[in-house]
């Protein structure tokens, strides 16, 4: 079962309304962005942290970039560095690196979210490729993944 799939079935089961958009190949947040006609604050990516060994799921704003300051102030720790892809690989087996939904708890990793996202009404994010997005209201993601919300980001 794809990735999207499952997350359709999460929705339905959940009575949450949600569209999917399908655009041109695009690979960066930017992109999939301008050719979906989504603002950059309203489309998720999903960043795989590896933070003192554990594999951790960054959920944030295309338009923003991630405070590593930030990020090692709130987990007290200076051992935080992206995930390489052969940290997260065997996590995502049905999703194309870079695609991956913001959902941790379909992975059983912990996801954060950054506190940016509470003021937006709606989330899109990759379903697991690079050619098809989710569109939901944001309040109904943050109950369905109970994401952390924290201070994580940069303009």
Same mark, same amino acid.
């Given at each position: 079962m794809s990735i999207l799939s499952?997350? #359709?079935n999460l929705l339905d089961k959940n009575s949450v309304k949600y569209t999917i958009i399908i655009h041109s190949p695009a690979f960066t947040a930017q992109e999939?962005?301008?050719s979906s006609f989504i603002s950059g604050k309203e489309l998720a990516k999903s960043v795989i942290l590896n933070i003192n060994g554990d594999i951790v799921m960054a959920v944030l704003p295309a338009a923003r970039r991630l405070d590593f300051? #930030?990020?090692k102030k709130y987990f007290?720790?200076?051992e935080i560095n992206l995930a390489s892809?052969?940290?997260?690989?065997?996590?995502f087996p049905e999703c194309k690196t870079g695609a991956m939904p913001p959902f941790g708890n379909l992975y059983d990793i912990k996801a954060y979210v950054c506190k940016?996202?509470?003021g937006q009404k709606y989330i899109t994010f990759n379903a697991g490729n690079h050619r098809e997005l989710v569109r939901?209201?944001?309040a109904c993601y943050e109950k369905l993944v109970t994401p952390v919300p924290i201070e994580m980001t940069i303009e």
């Open positions: 499952k997350i #359709q999939i962005a301008a300051r #930030q990020l007290e720790t200076d892809e052969s940290e997260f690989h065997n996590i940016g996202f509470g939901m209201k944001y």
